[in-house]
């Protein structure tokens, strides 16, 4: 197969949480294909798109430039940095599990 304006590369996810990226099964993998590129995909949750990046979860033309921008700009990086801090001193187990409790009992009740 001959490929004119495409090229082969290895594709695959980013670390697992658990582990360190040099003991990675997947990461490793990517290396050991020996590609002239790697292709990583990365999850995220809704909550990170829209307090972190600011941006409607389904613009990934948009989510896209402002990764681009976080990792070229270290303002805006600072800036996302700070963000976030603020955003996490407000998270709290408590409040998630006072929503949860009436959740819980209404099953329990049937």
Do not use: C
């Not at 990517?30 to 613009?59: C, M, Q, Y």
């Amino acid at each position: 197969m001959v490929f004119r304006n495409a090229r082969i590369v290895a594709f695959g996810s980013t670390r697992h949480a658990k582990n360190k990226v040099d003991k990675d099964p997947n990461i490793r993998a990517l290396l050991e294909a020996e590609t002239p590129a790697v292709s990583l995909f990365g999850k995220s949750w809704i909550l990170h798109v829209r307090n972190a990046l600011k941006v409607d979860f389904w613009d990934v033309d948009k989510m896209a430039s402002q990764i681009v921008a976080i990792l070229e700009l270290p303002e805006l990086r600072r800036t996302i940095i700070e963000r976030a801090r603020e955003e996490i001193r407000h998270i709290h187990w408590d409040a998630a599990a006072e929503k949860l409790v009436p959740v819980y009992e209404s099953v329990l009740r049937g």
